[in-house]
């Protein structure tokens, strides 16, 4: 028995499980299986697994004739890439904007339209680079972020997020390909003595108030951000950057693709989330589940305490290194309110803390005295 002497559900069935490649082949078998294998329930199911696609799009968002069509499209637009890498990097997007939707729309309102071959080539003439697969696929969804609103510059909704300590602010956006070119060859790389480095181009950083940025090695695929002393810390191990120009097999990933994938999902399980201070919203980089930082409850009141490394002001030529955090204490009622000798109070007030920092298991402070008076 053949699959020409299927009935047509199991004909879908086997069509729908060996995928649109092998789906594409059947059909130059027969008549029967071409018209079997152009069901638009066959190329719907095709177009939600490899493009999270739910109606007939094209790349650029327009309605295509089909979900074939659709899907026809988005492979021929996308012909000089892998397609597992596309269908990886535009599922790290999805994750990104589905969560931005859900928690931070005013964020997801500044990502920009993806950029064009043209305009990527166009890019590497100009600074003479050549972007890793994935670097150059991630631009081709999404080209970063607007750096400005119609009240100015708007240092508070960067993609990447930051932080703050004390007068230390930072908020991270990912800059669009022209900005990327014109910081590259002007502003952050002069003056913070990377201009030798060729190979570097700025892709993020923080637009205003503390200086942060993150520089891409365009011939190894590694994302590093700088300490004060201009030392470049990789953000992932080079182990997992691999086969960042190679256009053949499914094994590529470079150091932003990998970086930004984490951080999504960083985002979705709530390890790192929106705060909001002064009416001002953004995403903080401080940990808000264990282990990444620690919990405790006494007497009905949590006490949250996270940390994040500043690289940006950090200077690891030092004797010894000097390595800076940032640290975040937040402390809330717990439902059943603050219990003290069996009463419960619905409310309470902070009036001395006691703060042990510790650093690989040797006490470097001991803060014990008259806290900032607040309510919890």
Not at 346 to 366: F, G, K, M, P, T
Request: overall charge neutral; charged content about 20%.
């Amino acid at each position: 028995m053949g699959l020409e002497d299927a009935g047509d559900l199991v004909l879908h069935i086997v069509l729908s499980k060996i995928g649109p490649e092998n789906t594409a082949r059947v059909a130059c078998v027969s008549k029967r299986l071409k018209v079997s294998a152009s069901e638009e329930s066959l190329w719907s199911i095709f177009c939600s697994n490899d493009l999270n696609i739910s109606t007939p799009l094209d790349p650029h968002g327009d309605p295509a004739p089909s979900f074939k069509r659709a899907y026809q499209l988005w492979r021929e637009s996308f012909r000089m890439y892998p397609w597992n890498l596309v269908k990886r990097v535009r599922l790290c997007w999805d994750n990104l904007k589905q969560w931005l939707t859900l928690n931070f729309p005013e964020a997801k309102a500044t990502l920009r339209k993806g950029v064009t071959e043209d305009d990527l080539q166009e890019f590497e003439t100009s600074l003479k680079v050549k972007l890793p697969l994935p670097t150059r696929l991630l631009y081709r969804f999404v080209d970063g972020q607007e750096l400005s609103s119609p009240n100015g510059l708007d240092g508070s909704l960067g993609l990447i997020g930051g932080y703050s300590a004390y007068s230390h602010d930072v908020n991270v956006y990912l800059l669009p390909l022209k900005e990327v070119m014109r910081e590259t060859k002007e502003s952050f790389m002069r003056d913070l003595g990377f201009s030798s480095r060729l190979d570097l181009i700025v892709m993020a950083a923080s637009v205003v108030a503390s200086l942060k940025i993150f520089l891409l090695d365009c011939t190894t695929g590694q994302l590093f951000t700088g300490t004060s002393n201009r030392q470049l810390l990789p953000c992932v191990p080079d182990a997992l950057v691999r086969s960042v120009h190679d256009t053949n097999g499914d094994q590529q990933q470079d150091a932003m693709l990998l970086w930004l994938e984490e951080h999504g999902r960083r985002l979705q399980t709530g390890t790192i989330n929106v705060r909001q201070q002064n009416n001002v919203k953004s995403i903080s980089l401080f940990p808000e589940i264990p282990p990444l930082c620690s919990v405790s409850v006494t007497n009905g009141v949590q006490v949250r305490a996270s940390s994040v490394f500043i690289p940006e002001i950090s200077n690891l030529r030092d004797q010894p290194p000097a390595y800076w955090y940032a640290y975040s204490i937040r402390m809330s009622l717990m439902p059943e309110g603050c219990i003290l000798n069996g009463t419960h109070h619905s409310s309470c007030q902070l009036y001395w803390r006691h703060w042990v920092i510790r650093a690989d298991n040797e006490v470097i402070d001991n803060v014990n005295g008259e806290a900032v008076i607040g309510k919890v």
